[in-house]
């Protein structure tokens, strides 16, 4: 009778020693990457969209001094934008010029029969926000314009805007704050 051949752990060893440096290393990608590596980048999607920062415990909006607004007037009632944007220079606001509304400032032409027309871009959606609420029946229309300027035409059922100090009481209720620092919207992709 021969005597049993004797089995090498060697290989074995060193193949089993392989494996767990190969898994560990996996493993330690896996943990380490990051978020932007989970997520590969789109490349069909065609831009980024700024949006405003979101902040679930608070809404922060400019103070008035910090948005420009330009009055227009869709009516025929003469000296309307003028007036209002007397007024809102009054209430703080940033108005750089009142005028008739024109396709140039991004109306179609038609007057607006209900109370007015908030446009803005991007970029001016937190200033949007908070002129919204000095004209709460007014249309918000958002544009692709790069001003920060938020345009407010003026409709026929236009008779007067809410004033701020009121504003400001809604505004404490809902939480929202009011900051002089620039609100600079972030980009989030749409794809």
């Known amino acids: 009778m021969t005597a049993p051949e004797r089995r090498r752990p060697l ?16 493993w330690f990608r896996v943990l380490h990457r990051s978020d932007s590596a989970a997520a590969p980048p789109h490349p069909a999607c065609p831009t980024a969209i700024p949006t405003a920062p979101v902040n679930a415990a608070k809404t922060v909006l400019p103070v008035p001094s910090k948005i420009s607004l330009l009055v227009l007037n869709s009516t025929e009632r003469s000296g ?19 005028a008739d509304d024109k396709p140039l400032y991004g109306g179609n032409g038609k007057p607006i ?13 937190p200033a949007a926000t ?40 809604q505004l404490h209720k809902k939480d929202v704050t009011l900051t002089r620092k620039p609100i600079r919207p972030t980009t989030t992709t749409t794809c």
């Open 11 to 26: 290989p074995a060893l060193a193949f089993i020693g392989a494996l767990c440096v190969l898994t560990a290393v996996v």
């Open 130 to 169: 908070l002129v919204h609420y000095l004209f709460p029946a007014a249309d918000m229309k958002q544009n692709d314009s790069s001003s920060g300027v938020v345009v407010v035409s003026l409709g026929a059922d236009y008779k007067k805007f809410v004033p701020f100090a009121k504003v400001r009481k």
């Open 113 to 125: 029969s209900g109370v007015a027309e908030i446009r803005f871009g991007p970029t001016a959606k």
């Open 80 to 98: 309307l934008a003028g007036r209002t944007a007397k007024k809102l220079r009054r209430q703080g606001f940033n108005v750089t010029d009142a």
